[in-house]
């Protein structure tokens, strides 16, 4: 394999569609200020290098990236990209992931507004991640302890299994489809309006208003904190550990918690509507 290393490189395209090569301990900035620096690259690894130009890795096929800095002027690091391995990474840059095709990211640390948008097989191990609104329209994803702080997290995704994170987000899974959370926290408001076979296990959800007009949801034992006025207009099928704020007019299935503090069941239900809303504690009172 042909050896990049040690080099200062700034000029437009500065190692474009090198194949076959090793890219270590290299700086690309500079006065020239040069955009897509390996961009069109085969079968490369690259570690311990500074990004600070951008869009450094665009239609890169089979690479690793290791150890690597891409600071917020690297705009739009990866696009169109086809199996890449990324790990131990910081990246900073302004729509860090999009496009992109068979994605591993490891122990990285990402800040980037619009992260992650419309790509297809990606995984997710031990990572930290803040994002305005990250993973819009991405689909076959799987994410294991992600530490999430965003906003409109997860739009219009499908096929994602998460396992083991912390999502703290305004709202998350609007328009979702075929999601399954085990053994996380999903703090925010307005959770998985508008989604379609979710599936929640073990998780504890924190936040107003959260799983309406869903279809096809299910709950597994979990938890709910400050969460008034759920379920509205849902089909839902839940098992609830301890209480629930309140209930509103949702469409079928069952909900059962150990409290509820309010069912509200009023002239604004769906015609047709009947769901099995039981607290436990109080019909063991009764």
Same mark, same amino acid.
């Given at each position: 394999? $042909?050896k990049?290393?040690?080099? $200062?490189?700034?000029?437009?395209?500065?190692?474009?569609a090198?194949? *076959?090569?090793?890219?270590?301990?290299?700086?690309f900035?500079?006065? &020239?200020?040069?955009?897509s620096?390996?961009?069109?690259?085969?079968?490369?690894? +690259?570690? *311990?290098?500074?990004?600070?130009?951008?869009?450094? =890795?665009? @239609?890169?096929?089979?690479? %690793?990236?290791?150890?690597?800095?891409m600071?917020?002027?690297?705009? &739009? &690091?990866?696009?169109?990209d086809?199996?890449?391995?990324?790990?131990?990474?910081?990246?900073?840059?302004? $729509?860090?992931?999009?496009?992109?095709d068979?994605?591993?990211?490891?122990?990285?640390?990402?800040a980037?507004?619009e /992260?992650?948008w419309?790509?297809?097989?990606?995984k997710? %191990? *031990?990572? !930290?991640?803040?994002?305005?609104?990250? =993973? /819009?329209?991405?689909?076959?994803?799987e994410?294991?302890?992600?530490?999430?702080?965003?906003?409109?997290? /997860?739009?219009?995704?499908?096929?994602?299994v998460?396992?083991?994170?912390?999502?703290?987000?305004?709202?998350?899974?609007?328009?979702?489809?075929?999601?399954?959370?085990?053994?996380s926290?999903?703090k925010?408001?307005?959770?998985?309006?508008?989604?379609?076979?979710?599936?929640?296990?073990?998780?504890?959800?924190?936040?107003t208003?959260?799983? #309406?007009?869903?279809?096809?949801?299910?709950?597994?034992? #979990?938890?709910?904190?400050d969460?008034?006025?759920? /379920?509205?207009?849902?089909? +839902?099928?839940?098992?609830?550990?301890?209480?629930?704020?309140s209930?509103? *007019?949702? +469409?079928?299935g069952?909900?059962?918690?150990?409290?509820?503090?309010?069912?509200?069941l !009023?002239? @604004?239900?769906?015609?047709?509507?009947?769901?099995?809303i039981t607290?436990?504690?109080?019909? &063991?009172?009764?």
């Open positions: 394999m $042909k990049y290393e040690g080099l $200062k490189l700034d000029e437009e395209r500065a190692l474009y090198i194949e *076959n090569a090793e890219v270590e301990n290299c700086v900035d500079g006065p &020239a200020d040069g955009e620096a390996l961009k069109e690259s085969r079968d490369i690894r +690259v570690k *311990n290098c500074d990004f600070n130009l951008r869009y450094p =890795f665009w @239609h890169v096929h089979r690479a %690793k990236i290791e150890s690597c800095r600071p917020d002027t690297c705009r &739009a &690091a990866l696009w169109y086809e199996d890449i391995r990324i790990q131990n990474c910081d990246m900073n840059g302004i $729509k860090a992931l999009r496009e992109c068979q994605i591993q990211i490891e122990a990285s640390r990402i980037s507004p /992260f992650g419309r790509c297809r097989g990606v997710i %191990k *031990n990572c !930290d991640l803040e994002s305005e609104y990250p =993973f /819009f329209e991405t689909r076959d994803m994410i294991d302890n992600l530490r999430l702080s965003g906003k409109y997290s /997860f739009q219009y995704v499908e096929n994602v998460i396992k083991n994170s912390v999502l703290d987000t305004k709202d998350a899974f609007w328009h979702g489809k075929q999601v399954t959370v085990m053994d926290v999903i925010g408001e307005y959770l998985a309006w508008y989604s379609e076979g979710l599936h929640l296990i073990r998780c504890k959800i924190i936040g208003q959260p799983l #309406c007009y869903c279809k096809d949801l299910v709950l597994e034992d #979990c938890e709910m904190v969460t008034d006025l759920s /379920f509205e207009y849902s089909q +839902v099928q839940a098992t609830i550990k301890g209480g629930i704020v209930v509103k *007019n949702p +469409v079928s069952s909900i059962e918690a150990d409290e509820i503090g309010e069912v509200i !009023d002239e @604004h239900q769906r015609p047709g509507s009947h769901c099995v607290a436990k504690r109080d019909a &063991a009172a009764r």
